[in-house]
């Protein structure tokens, strides 16, 4: 039982469930009532953490798989300058995207003496959650804060925004403006992007779309979607949108219809997720996915930790989505 299986028995986001976790006076009576009822009937309650202080240097470990991704680059340059303007040291570890690799990495922290772990984990967490139970051993020596993933484990605090929501509205928004063809590309089967891609199949479901195998793919990099999307075209297969997991992969694709002869954005548009990734075109939509906020909530957590405090051990920021 963990947070998706709570919002899913309420029928609302998990966002909402966060909300009703950390006291947030942003949900109706009734809902609240609603999920709160969910929670005592199945005894699911991740509540407060408490983290026991030990004498250490102060210095945090940031770890993540590759800063080829938009997203991962700037969280770990955030969460380096806030980090140091708290007056902590860091340890970064660039760990490659392998399971063997990443437990490697995890294992190395745990040989040092510092404070906390942050692991961006939008492409590090596995789909099976025996296979991240390494994370849940080292939080035993150190408060884990997982950025972008969800770990139900004691000492894992978790904060991610709520893509997979993000995914399901920006998806019904197209299908609304009439795309009968939306496109699904994801670089990397995490669970992080499994979720997103479960959104789009299901929004696609419940709205008559055939989602059909070629309209999702894997492509780890905007010069794969690009290509991915050019072949499409030009061997006739239809299609009239993309939803990418970043705003570089949004732009290529864009670049790929209207290369291909397709009017943009009369008949083709792509969404794009990240915050700091801006472009000169207006032909497509941008989800924001929190970035300075998780980050600066992060180190609020390492903060408190360090010093005996309570911390959330979860709290799930709604994306914001904006037509550029």
Request: proline residues 4%; charged residues 20%; hydrophobic residues 45%.
């Given at each position: 039982?963990?947070?998706y299986?709570?919002?899913?028995?309420?029928?609302?986001?998990?966002?909402?469930?966060?909300?009703?976790?950390?006291?947030?006076?942003?949900?109706?009576?009734?809902?609240r009532?609603?999920?709160l009822?969910?929670?005592?009937?199945?005894?699911?309650?991740?509540?407060m953490?408490?983290?026991?202080?030990?004498?250490?240097?102060?210095?945090?470990?940031?770890?993540?798989?590759?800063?080829?991704?938009g997203?991962?680059?700037?969280t770990?340059?955030?969460?380096?300058?806030?980090?140091?303007?708290?007056?902590?040291?860091?340890?970064?570890?660039?760990c490659g995207?392998?399971?063997?690799?990443?437990?490697?990495?995890?294992?190395?922290?745990?040989?040092?003496?510092?404070?906390?772990?942050?692991?961006?984990?939008?492409?590090?967490?596995e789909?099976?959650?025996?296979?991240?139970?390494?994370?849940?051993?080292?939080?035993?020596?150190?408060?884990?804060?997982?950025l972008?993933?969800?770990?139900?484990?004691?000492?894992?605090?978790?904060?991610?925004?709520?893509?997979?929501s993000?995914?399901?509205?920006?998806?019904?928004?197209?299908?609304?403006?009439?795309?009968?063809?939306?496109?699904?590309?994801?670089?990397?089967?995490s669970?992080?992007?499994?979720?997103?891609?479960?959104?789009?199949?299901?929004?696609?479901?419940?709205?008559?779309?055939?989602?059909?195998?070629?309209?999702?793919?894997?492509?780890?990099?905007?010069?794969?979607?690009?290509?991915?999307?050019?072949?499409?075209?030009?061997?006739?297969?239809?299609?009239?949108?993309?939803?990418?997991?970043?705003?570089?992969?949004?732009?290529?694709?864009?670049?790929?219809?209207?290369?291909?002869?397709?009017?943009?954005?009369?008949?083709?548009?792509?969404?794009?997720?990240?915050?700091d990734?801006?472009?000169?075109?207006?032909?497509?939509?941008l989800?924001?996915?929190?970035?300075?906020?998780?980050?600066?909530?992060?180190?609020?957590?390492?903060?408190?930790?360090?010093?005996?405090?309570?911390?959330?051990?979860?709290?799930?920021?709604?994306?914001?989505?904006?037509?550029?």
């Open positions: 039982m963990n947070i299986d709570i919002s899913e028995m309420a029928g609302v986001s998990i966002a909402t469930v966060s909300r009703v976790l950390n006291g947030s006076k942003k949900v109706s009576d009734a809902t009532r609603k999920i009822g969910i929670i005592e009937e199945t005894g699911y309650a991740p509540g953490g408490r983290h026991k202080p030990e004498p250490r240097v102060r210095t945090v470990g940031i770890l993540c798989t590759s800063l080829l991704s997203s991962n680059a700037v770990v340059e955030k969460l380096m300058r806030k980090l140091g303007a708290a007056g902590f040291e860091t340890d970064f570890l660039l995207s392998t399971p063997a690799a990443k437990r490697r990495a995890v294992e190395h922290f745990t040989r040092k003496k510092i404070n906390a772990l942050i692991i961006q984990g939008a492409d590090f967490m789909y099976e959650a025996a296979d991240n139970s390494y994370i849940s051993a080292a939080a035993s020596s150190f408060p884990v804060i997982l972008n993933a969800f770990l139900d484990a004691p000492g894992v605090y978790c904060a991610f925004c709520d893509l997979a993000a995914v399901k509205t920006v998806t019904e928004a197209l299908i609304k403006k009439g795309r009968r063809h939306p496109l699904f590309l994801f670089p990397s089967m669970d992080h992007y499994i979720l997103m891609l479960e959104a789009f199949k299901n929004t696609c479901l419940t709205n008559g779309i055939d989602c059909r195998p070629e309209y999702v793919h894997l492509c780890p990099d905007a010069g794969s979607a690009k290509a991915y999307v050019s072949s499409l075209l030009e061997n006739g297969t239809p299609a009239d949108a993309a939803v990418t997991t970043d705003a570089a992969s949004a732009y290529a694709v864009l670049c790929a219809a209207s290369e291909s002869g397709v009017s943009v954005p009369e008949d083709f548009e792509t969404v794009g997720f990240g915050a990734c801006l472009y000169s075109s207006s032909s497509f939509i989800v924001y996915c929190r970035e300075e906020e998780i980050c600066a909530h992060a180190v609020n957590c390492v903060a408190n930790l360090s010093n005996g405090l309570e911390a959330a051990t979860l709290t799930v920021f709604p994306a914001i989505i904006e037509k550029t």
